[in-house]
């Protein structure tokens, strides 16, 4: 199994489809047996859904999604988990161990909003957008 997570300096950045850059890794049972981050090769938004799907992605971890970006992961055959902030290996591991918090219903609708991503989206932005 794959697991992906939006990711920036050991974080978990917190809008999918600003990400540049995926930690992926490779789970054998409850074990992480490798991870690697991975630049989107200037993909964004729903081009990310088949970007993770090209690299065999089964599971996503992220911050703040979009209604678009929701769809097109579920097409994809891509299990989220969204709504999560903190440590990237933290989270995988949480996971893993059945104890990840996170939030079914997220949804990042800043895109009807007139004001730019960064990187506090999330923080009180895009997790409290229901």
Not at 77 to 101: R, T
Not at 105 to 112: G, L, R, T
């Amino acid at each position: 199994m794959k697991i992906a997570v939006t990711y920036e300096n050991g974080q978990i950045f917190q809008h999918f489809g600003h990400t540049e850059t995926f930690k992926i890794y490779e789970i054998d049972g409850k074990d992480i047996t490798e991870s690697k981050t991975i630049g989107t090769e200037g993909n964004g938004h729903g081009a990310l859904s088949g970007f993770l799907k090209s690299k065999g992605v089964d599971i996503l971890i992220c911050g703040g999604i979009g209604a678009g970006a929701k769809t097109a992961l579920s097409e994809a055959g891509i299990k989220l988990f969204g709504g999560v902030s903190g440590n990237a290996d933290q989270a995988v591991k949480d996971y893993l161990n059945g104890n990840l918090s996170y939030k079914p219903d997220i949804m990042c609708s800043h895109h009807d909003h007139d004001h730019q991503h960064g990187k506090n989206c999330g923080h009180g932005n895009c997790g409290s957008h229901e």
